[in-house]
Every structure is written in structure tokens, then in C-alpha cells.
């Protein structure tokens, strides 16, 4: 699943390695917005832990798409 998380205070570059995976954009109002693949709860669980240490208030939270189809694709499986 894709999300995109905002954060209030702005993040560089220097996160993306303790981010890894996830894009660090700064918005022109101070906040900074992290977006990517969140592959599963766990991680996502792992990912507001990380922002908590941080001590940077979270703003949303968003699922954007999921990167797989909940739906089978081949019809004739069951």
C-alpha cells in the first residue's frame, strides 16, 4: 500500500536513510511529507513509532492506493 504521512517541522535529506524507502518532500509551509510503500501493518506501525521518536506532531495519515489488486486477476481461479 502506498501512504502519504504529513508531518508538522520540516525533514531534509539527511532522514532519508533512517526513512528508507519513503520520499521526504518539504512543503512550502514548514511541513514535510513522507510517501511510499508501506508493505504491510507492521511497518506501518514501525513508521509512526520512528515519527513519535522523532517528536514531530503527525498531521494525516493517508493510504493513497494499494500496489496489488485484492482481486484475482485470472478468472478462472478460484
Not at 17 to 39: K, M, Q, R, S, Y
Request: aromatic residues 8%.
Amino acid at each position: 500500500m502506498i501512504y502519504q504521512i504529513c508531518l508538522r517541522g520540516q525533514l531534509d535529506q539527511t532522514w532519508s536513510e533512517w526513512f528508507a524507502g519513503l520520499e521526504i518532500v518539504a512543503l512550502a509551509n514548514g511541513d514535510t511529507l513522507l510517501v511510499g510503500v508501506i508493505p504491510d501493518q507492521a511497518a506501518l506501525y514501525g513508521l509512526i513509532k520512528k515519527v513519535r521518536d522523532l517528536g514531530m506532531p503527525l498531521i494525516s495519515l493517508m493510504p493513497l492506493h494499494s500496489t496489488t489488486s485484492p482481486f484475482n486477476s485470472n478468472p478462472n481461479e478460484h
